[in-house]
């Protein structure tokens, strides 16, 4: 269980790169951040990890005893954010949409 935590008012700006790691190595994460991050809609999504609001001891205290006491929902979570990494992030496949992005700027 990894922790990826972002400042409040940094969603829309930054996407913190760990995530990108963290699913490739089909692990959840707790995503500690406003509701409207990026990576909060990710783990919401695609049911890959827990949000919590920036500074809420209290809701990261819960989910981390949510996900000791669930070991099985953890896996399940784990396993989910494998396959994400596979369609949604796979290296050469977002390098390739990445270099058409740059081609269609400089036509």
Do not use: W
């Amino acid at each position: 269980l990894h922790l990826i935590p972002l400042a409040p008012g940094a969603a829309g700006c930054l996407v913190p790169s760990k995530i990108y790691g963290i699913l490739a190595a089909g692990r959840p994460f707790i995503a500690m951040m406003e509701e409207n991050a990026e990576v909060a809609q990710i783990a919401r999504n695609a049911k890959v990890g827990f949000v919590v609001r920036p500074g809420n001891v209290e809701a990261l205290i819960d989910a981390i005893r949510e996900a000791v006491d669930s070991p099985e929902h953890l896996k399940q979570m784990g396993a989910r954010a494998r396959r994400l990494a596979e369609l949604r992030f796979d290296r050469i496949k977002v390098t390739s949409m990445f270099g058409s992005m740059l081609t269609g700027v400089t036509a």
